[in-house]
């Protein structure tokens, strides 16, 4: 899933934050910290980011394998 550009709610601009936080909270700080520091005070904008979840990691592997079954049953016609 692609981060949202802007917050739905209020429409505030929350991508351009998105990489900065996800470095600190991975590198161990607090969420709410980490958010405090970036500016992000409104409720609906925090909630934006803390609930974004990366699932192109998870749908790489099922497209590598469809395209190898593609692969495979091309050879075969061949």
Same mark, same amino acid.
């Given at each position: 899933?692609?981060?949202? *550009?802007?917050?739905?709610? %209020?429409?505030?601009?929350?991508?351009?934050?998105? =990489?900065?936080? @996800?470095?600190? #909270?991975?590198?161990?700080?607090?969420?709410?910290?980490?958010?405090?520091?970036?500016? *992000?005070?409104?409720?609906? %904008?925090?909630?934006?980011?803390?609930?974004?979840? =990366?699932?192109? @990691?998870?749908? #790489?592997?099922?497209?590598?394998?469809?395209?190898?079954?593609?692969?495979?049953?091309?050879?075969?016609?061949?």
């Amino acid at each position: 899933m692609l981060v949202p *550009v802007r917050c739905f709610t %209020c429409g505030n601009l929350i991508a351009d934050k998105f =990489e900065d936080y @996800q470095t600190k #909270v991975k590198s161990g700080e607090s969420p709410d910290k980490v958010l405090d520091s970036l500016g *992000v005070s409104r409720y609906c %904008c925090r909630r934006m980011l803390l609930t974004t979840v =990366e699932t192109i @990691q998870q749908v #790489v592997p099922f497209y590598e394998a469809i395209q190898r079954r593609h692969q495979e049953v091309q050879s075969e016609l061949e």
